[in-house]
């Protein structure tokens, strides 16, 4: 028995939107699911309290940051990463590819693995399955995900193809690697825009048995329509006993799309992120918090919402901690938007067992992408 | 019977030190007290929750800073700063006065009052007593300031002399203006460094009757032994029946040197700042948080510490979010400094009821100032 099961509890009939829950050694959860992002060990200014209280129960880690700092053996060292940074939830960890591949001119890729330079101070450092299997083991992850290429867009078929198959041999490395019974390794599906290479990818993943399976090398640049037709072939191969996983997936318009087409977990920086720009995630779209139209408005950011922020706060006064570059603003903006996501998630799920998944996804997106607009001509 | 009063408990025989109950319409609080400082309507990083869970009951709000940014307006539109801001301890407001005339060549004073440049956006401002009581009324502290002139180190004895008279002045209008029966306004003694303007100064504030004196123009780059001889000659002629505040000191030596001259009441950003530069305080001194020497700590900044921080993470964690530049690590810090500084004042007000303020006061210096040099000599 896996450390990570999925359970499926309904598939809309019309969609093929899936509401489960996913079983982790630190709990089990309703799907969909958004996991917020921990980088380097915390959600950007938010308590691991806050995070519960938001519905928040699973994070994300990223392998590559905690990597170069501090070092996987001092967590381990301190009793992993969950006691490190007081997290009694679920976590899991990405494998460092993606930021590793991020890195362009800054690092080398060959079968063995990849060879990168330190955006920190320059050094020289090394990654491969075998590396990224021993870090997330001594992170201690729930779930761990496989160390796999992520192909850029646009990409040769060829290139695309021998990456492809790398992902492949690279997985089956993990898999061998991977020695703690407690952690559960997630394969990553590529291809690229090619769908006979998804097909190849799924099916030789597939072969290797793992308890979950990721999509990468989408939202890489692409549009959006190419990448929901990726998606969608993809998904549809996988097997429907295993959580399927988009990486790096955050706005709310791509969450319903990508539900639709059978996504269970998603993780972005995109809420923590457009917080610390001082931008409010809501049901009718964004709002920006310094914008004059708050200047006396005594009205929580988004009615309804009984996250702390606005449980307590004005937009008013968020509007006045934004424009006054206090931290506090931030946090309490960040905790809005990861609040608003666990929301979301939760309103999918109910959708999709009331199997009305259908009729939620056009009415949201109508209020989300002309809801302020349609507002202002009233 | 006025809006605040100071209900005297004990005096320390040996050293004069005073243990008392201030009484605010938000709460009565136990002195010495040390008051967390929320400059523009935020106590940097910490929520109101926090502020209370740590011990802070009264924090210090800036007429300077709200005047410009929201406005007191806004603020008294919104429904004061206790509620706009979400706290329901006590709020003390300074004047405006210090801040305004730190602006050196951007403001000029007139008997009328300060004309000055904004910090934000260069535009003119105007503040006098009526203008600083107007406002401060706005927010609707609980203990408003005299709008005083802050007399420069060093200064000679004409100016020193001419300014402490306006001051008394000034005094006497904030008097007439402040109209609200729910605010106690405090008189701030100015007088430089010259003991007879000192004298001249508290006698004409005594006779204005305010409920609270505050020592003004003191820690302005002035020798410490010079504030503490001022600090002496100064609260000596203050009545007893009244609450005493030292404005904007904040290290623990200096509190413990200005209780034992009889001071009352302290804020300082002191705490908060060196938390967001990645120090602690402790009773045997700062930490340094970056250092390598915490890379591998399992324990908690200080052993015996019960605030947030000491309760849940490691010294080597803390030390990672510092490095790591993660504000989560400065939300700790600060907690943890505020903590530290209502622990100390709570320790003082013990010492000074079992009479023991001045075993006390020695023991703190000696291990404050020597306590991690003679560690690491052991």
Redo the contacts between chains.
């Keep these: 028995m896996s450390a990570i099961t999925y359970e499926l509890v309904k598939t809309d009939p019309e969609t093929g939107a899936r509401a489960g829950i996913l079983h982790t050694p630190h709990g089990s959860f309703p799907t969909p699911i958004f996991m917020p992002v921990g980088t380097?060990?915390?959600?950007?200014?938010?308590?691991p309290e806050e995070v519960k209280e938001l519905g928040g129960n699973i994070i994300l880690g990223n392998t590559y940051?905690l990597f170069l700092?501090?070092g996987s053996e001092?967590v381990k060292?301190?009793g992993g990463l969950h006691k490190?940074?007081?997290w009694d939830g679920a976590i899991l960890t990405d494998s460092g590819g993606f930021q590793v591949f991020s890195l362009g001119e800054l690092r080398k890729i060959t079968e063995e693995g990849v060879t990168f330079r330190s955006h920190i101070d320059g050094s020289k450092k090394f990654l491969s399955p075998e590396v990224s299997m021993k870090v997330q083991m001594d992170l201690g992850s729930d779930i761990v995900m496989a160390f796999d290429e992520c192909i850029p867009y646009p990409a040769d078929y060829e290139y695309a193809k021998r990456s492809t198959e790398r992902t492949t041999r690279w997985a089956k490395r993990c898999k061998d690697a991977m020695t703690s019974p407690d952690q559960g390794l997630f394969g990553i599906v590529q291809g690229g825009m090619y769908k006979d290479l998804r097909t190849q990818s799924v099916k030789e993943l597939v072969e290797l048995d793992f308890p979950g399976y990721a999509v990468g090398g989408l939202s890489v640049g692409e549009p959006k329509d190419l990448m929901y037709e990726m998606l969608d072939h993809t998904v549809k191969q996988l097997p429907e006993n295993k959580p399927r996983y988009l990486m790096g997936v955050g706005t709310p318009d791509c969450l319903v799309e990508a539900v639709m087409h059978g996504i269970d977990m998603f993780d972005c920086v995109f809420p923590t992120r457009v917080a610390r720009n001082g931008t409010a995630m809501t049901w009718d779209g964004r709002l920006v918090m310094k914008n004059s139209e708050h200047?006396?408005d005594?009205r929580p950011i988004e009615e309804g919402c009984d996250c702390y922020a606005c449980r307590?706060?004005?937009r008013?006064?968020i509007?006045?901690?934004v424009?006054?570059n206090?931290?506090?603003?931030?946090?309490l903006l960040s905790i809005h938007n990861l609040r608003f996501l666990q929301r979301f998630t939760a309103a999918m799920r109910e959708a999709i067992i009331e199997e009305r998944f259908g009729n939620f996804r056009r009415e949201f997106l109508n209020n989300y992408i002309y809801g302020s607009k349609s507002k202002q001509e009233d």
């Design positions: 380097q060990g915390s959600v950007k200014g938010v308590s940051h700092r501090p001092l060292e301190m490190f940074m007081n200047t006396h005594k307590n706060y004005s008013a006064y509007r006045h901690l424009r006054a206090e931290i506090f603003g931030l946090r």
